[in-house]
């Protein structure tokens, strides 16, 4: 419900003393958590750390700073608590539909800690890709839908749920090339594997490689496969690259078993929506869009 996130972020950073941990700790790029602190810094007119090489350390505002953000982080907690045990007597059913990303890297933490506070809401949750999705939401055979990409049906109600960021990954044992920036114009001289057709990722980056001039058809594509799951297993056996959401890298980030291309001139972004029909929201789907808001970052 309320949260704010560039304070989270700073405190992340703290934390781990990190930018790069920090991003994978937030589903985020490290160029992300950068543009946070540096805009955290403009506000409080200080900096905040001591970069030195790999290496930062926090100065006394940060430290001043973190004290204070401490006792704010804990008092979102709190008021968030204090407005979701009015209802935890509620009950009743909820049918969610997720595109594959949502469905299966950002919802199930999300639906432990729903069900863990709401134990007498029975929900059911349906996956499938974005446009698999938006007709299931506009048939009626879910409550509420998840979605990835842009597309517009004028039937649906739509309205943002996150942002996510989609970067290019290889598999750490790559030995096609040691770089850890490119440029666009690279891209096509690079072995691909993709999502299929129908994928809202598919969707927003044809938009953002034709914005570059590039399109599919001048990569070298080895082969589309129906899931981030199926695509993060080829790419560990393999010396191919792909476009993919950083929220579904982040384990083998972690674990170094991927690692993330930097594409000098190419940013791509985008959101997680809410798909419904209009005016269909109840009170308990309001409940759940709110906890979701209030719960992911």
Same mark, same amino acid.
């Given at each position: 419900?309320?949260?704010?996130? !560039?304070?989270? *972020?700073?405190?992340? =950073?703290?934390?781990?003393?990190?930018?790069?941990?920090?991003?994978?700790?937030?589903?985020?790029?490290?160029?992300?958590?950068?543009?946070?602190?540096?805009?955290?810094?403009?506000?409080?007119? $200080?900096?905040? $750390?001591?970069?030195?090489?790999?290496?930062?350390?926090?100065?006394?505002?940060?430290?001043?700073?973190?004290?204070?953000?401490?006792?704010?982080?804990?008092?979102?907690?709190?008021?968030?608590?204090?407005?979701?045990?009015?209802?935890?007597?509620?009950?009743?059913?909820?049918?969610?539909?997720?595109? &594959? &990303?949502?469905?299966?890297?950002?919802?199930? *933490?999300?639906?432990?800690?729903?069900?863990?506070?709401?134990?007498?809401? @029975?929900?059911?949750?349906?996956?499938?890709?974005?446009?698999?999705?938006?007709?299931?939401?506009?048939?009626?055979?879910?409550?509420?839908?998840?979605?990835?990409?842009?597309?517009?049906?004028?039937?649906?109600?739509?309205? &943002?749920?996150?942002?996510?960021?989609? =970067?290019?990954? &290889?598999?750490?044992?790559?030995?096609?090339?040691?770089?850890?920036?490119?440029?666009?114009?690279?891209?096509?001289?690079?072995?691909? =594997?993709?999502?299929?057709?129908?994928?809202?990722?598919?969707? =927003?980056?044809?938009? @953002?490689?034709?914005?570059?001039?590039?399109?599919?058809?001048?990569?070298?594509?080895?082969?589309?496969?129906?899931?981030?799951?199926?695509?993060?297993?080829?790419?560990?056996?393999?010396?191919?690259?792909?476009?993919?959401?950083?929220?579904?890298?982040?384990?083998?980030?972690?674990?170094?078993?991927?690692?993330?291309?930097?594409?000098?001139?190419?940013?791509?972004?985008?959101? $997680? !929506?809410?798909?419904?029909?209009?005016?269909?929201?109840?009170?308990?789907?309001?409940?759940?869009?709110? $906890?979701?808001?209030?719960?992911?970052?």
């Amino acid at each position: 419900m309320i949260l704010d996130f !560039r304070l989270k *972020v700073f405190n992340t =950073v703290v934390y781990y003393l990190n930018f790069s941990k920090a991003a994978i700790e937030l589903c985020i790029t490290q160029p992300a958590v950068t543009k946070h602190i540096s805009e955290l810094e403009k506000q409080v007119g $200080f900096p905040l $750390f001591i970069r030195q090489g790999n290496k930062i350390s926090i100065t006394p505002q940060g430290e001043i700073l973190y004290r204070y953000t401490q006792r704010i982080l804990g008092l979102y907690r709190d008021l968030n608590n204090e407005f979701a045990s009015e209802s935890a007597s509620c009950n009743g059913e909820i049918r969610i539909g997720a595109s &594959t &990303t949502i469905s299966q890297y950002i919802l199930p *933490v999300i639906l432990a800690k729903f069900k863990s506070r709401y134990p007498l809401i @029975a929900v059911e949750l349906i996956s499938g890709n974005s446009r698999e999705i938006e007709r299931l939401a506009a048939e009626r055979d879910i409550d509420i839908g998840l979605i990835e990409g842009n597309s517009n049906v004028p039937t649906l109600h739509y309205e &943002t749920f996150m942002k996510d960021e989609i =970067v290019l990954v &290889t598999s750490v044992a790559n030995n096609r090339s040691c770089k850890d920036e490119i440029s666009s114009e690279e891209l096509t001289q690079l072995p691909f =594997v993709f999502r299929e057709n129908g994928s809202g990722t598919l969707d =927003v980056i044809d938009a @953002a490689l034709l914005e570059k001039g590039i399109r599919r058809k001048d990569l070298h594509i080895q082969l589309y496969l129906g899931s981030s799951e199926s695509i993060k297993r080829y790419l560990l056996h393999s010396d191919t690259y792909a476009f993919i959401s950083i929220a579904a890298v982040s384990d083998e980030l972690k674990d170094n078993k991927l690692r993330i291309i930097d594409v000098a001139d190419l940013e791509i972004s985008r959101e $997680f !929506r809410f798909v419904s029909l209009h005016g269909s929201y109840g009170k308990l789907i309001e409940m759940f869009r709110a $906890f979701c808001l209030s719960n992911y970052n």
